[in-house]
C-alpha cells in the first residue's frame, strides 16, 4: 500500500495547560503553525514528542480529532498507536481509523523488551486490525530493541506497512532496508541530524522535532537535495547545531520552550516525568536559537 503522507512530518508537541490537562485550542494552533508557516506536509500526533507515555487514550483521541479538523486536507495526520501492549495498540489503532487518521505509526514495543518474533507478530497484529497505511517506527534509544533487516523486510511485505520512520541511529542497517524493500516502501528519517545522510541512500523523507521551529528550511532541503546537493549540504550545516541544542536535554522540553516564544497562548508545560529547563539549559537553548536567526 502506497502512503501519501508527504516527505516532511512533524512529531508534534502536546500542549497543555494551568492545570496540566491537554489544551486543545493550541493545539490546533500549533498545527496550523506547522502546516501554514512551517510547511510541513503531515503531522504525527501522540508520539514520543506529544509526550504519549502520559497520554490517556481518551487524551491521545481528543487530539487526533482535534488536530484532524483543524488542518483538514491541508495535511495528513498520523496516529501514534504503538504501545507495549499489542491488545491496546490494536484497539487504539482502530479507534483512530474511526476517527479519520490518515496513517497509524506504531513504536517498537518498549520495556518488554519481546524477541524479533515477538515484534514481528506485534506489529503484525497491528496492520491487521486496521485498513490504515502504518509506519513503523525503530528506535532502539527509546524500546532498548532494534527491529532487525531480516524482520522489517518481511514485514514490508504486508500489504498496508508502508513505511518506516528510522531512528536507530544505523546507517547500514537503514541502507540495507533502502535497497532491498518494496521500492513503494517509505524510509523516513527520525533523526534530525541524519536526514541528509538518509536521503543520500535514497530515503523518502523526514519525521522531525526540530521541524516545530525550521520546517521550512527541512522542506527545502528535502526538495532541492537532488537537483542541489550543495545547497542541501548548505542547509544541513545551518540547522545542524540548533538541532544538538534542541536535543541536549530530554525531548519535547526544549522544543517546547522555544515554540512557546513564537505561538499566543502556547504553553511551554511539560508532565512528569519531565521537568522544565533550569536556567543554564535555557540559557544554552536561547543562545543556539539567537545563533541559528542570525546566520
Request: net charge negative; hydrophobic share 45%; aromatic share 6%.
Amino acid at each position: 500500500m502506497r502512503a501519501d503522507w508527504g516527505r516532511l512530518l512533524t512529531a508534534m508537541a502536546t500542549p497543555f495547560g494551568e492545570s496540566g490537562e491537554v489544551d486543545l485550542k493550541a493545539a490546533k494552533r500549533l498545527a496550523a503553525w506547522l502546516v501554514d508557516v512551517q510547511r510541513n506536509e503531515g503531522l504525527v500526533v501522540s508520539g514520543t514528542t506529544g509526550e504519549s507515555p502520559t497520554l490517556t487514550p481518551d487524551e491521545k483521541l481528543a487530539l487526533l480529532e482535534a488536530v484532524k479538523e483543524e488542518v483538514g486536507d491541508r495535511a495528513s495526520v498520523l496516529f501514534g498507536a504503538g504501545t507495549y501492549d499489542t491488545a491496546e495498540s490494536c484497539r487504539l489503532a482502530r479507534e483512530a481509523e474511526a476517527r479519520g487518521a490518515d496513517g497509524i505509526m506504531a513504536v517498537n514495543p518498549y520495556y518488554s523488551r519481546p524477541g524479533q518474533g515477538g515484534l514481528e507478530a506485534h506489529f503484525r497484529a497491528i496492520a491487521d486490525s486496521t485498513s490504515r497505511p502504518v509506519l513503523l517506527y525503530n528506535i532502539q534509544p527509546r524500546s532498548a530493541i532494534t527491529l532487525d533487516t531480516a524482520t522489517l523486510l518481511r514485514l514490508a511485505e504486508v500489504p498496508n506497512i508502508a513505511g518506516v520512520k528510522e531512528a536507530s541511529g544505523n546507517l547500514g542497517q537503514i541502507s540495507e532496508v533502502i535497497r532491498d524493500a518494496p521500492k513503494d516502501f517509505l524510509v523516513y528519517s527520525g533523526d534530525d541530524g541524519l536526514t541528509l545522510a538518509v536521503l543520500a541512500l535514497g530515503g523518502y523523507g523526514l519525521v522531525s522535532v526540530a521541524s516545530h521551529l525550521v520546517g521550512r528550511e527541512y522542506r527545502e532541503m528535502i526538495e532541492c537535495f537532488e537537483a542541489d546537493p550543495a545547497r542541501a549540504r548548505a542547509i544541513h550545516h545551518k540547522v545542524e547545531p540548533l538541532v544538538r541544542a534542541l536535543f541536549a536535554c530530554p525531548n519535547p522540553v526544549p522544543v517546547k520552550t522555544l515554540v512557546a516564544d513564537h505561538l499566543v497562548e502556547f504553553s511551554s508545560r511539560v508532565r512528569l516525568p519531565l521537568v522544565p529547563l533550569d536556567q543554564t539549559e535555557e540559557a544554552r537553548l536561547r543562545a543556539a536559537w539567537a545563533t541559528f536567526q542570525a546566520s
